[in-house]
């Protein structure tokens, strides 16, 4: 039978992973849009002229939406 101390330990344990997950999936995710997109568009043997801005489709995929999941991450993990 699950004990109520031992279900809010593990609550706790749970939100301090949630908040470090979402500290390292924030900063993946700057490392993935402004190093790995680009790396990726530039191995490109056809060349490749794109922008990769913040503010367009391709930003929305793989900046905006990681970057959500990890603030809300990060938002429960701190809230005790």
């Known amino acids: 039978m699950l004990?109520?101390?031992?279900f809010s330990?593990?609550?706790g344990e749970m939100k301090t992973l949630s908040?470090?997950?979402g500290i390292l999936l924030a900063i993946a995710t700057f490392v993935?849009?402004?190093y790995?997109?680009?790396?990726g568009c530039?191995?490109?043997t056809t060349g490749c002229r794109e922008r990769f801005?913040?503010?367009s489709e391709i930003g929305l995929l793989h900046?905006?939406?990681?970057l959500t999941v990890a603030g809300l991450a990060v938002f429960y993990g701190a809230k005790r």
């Open 3 to 6: 004990d109520y101390r031992e």
């Open 9 to 11: 330990v593990n609550l």
């Open 19 to 21: 908040l470090l997950f």
């Open 32 to 34: 993935w849009f402004f």
């Open 36 to 39: 790995f997109v680009p790396l």
């Open 42 to 44: 530039a191995m490109n």
């Open 53 to 55: 801005d913040v503010v």
């Open 63 to 66: 900046f905006w939406a990681p």
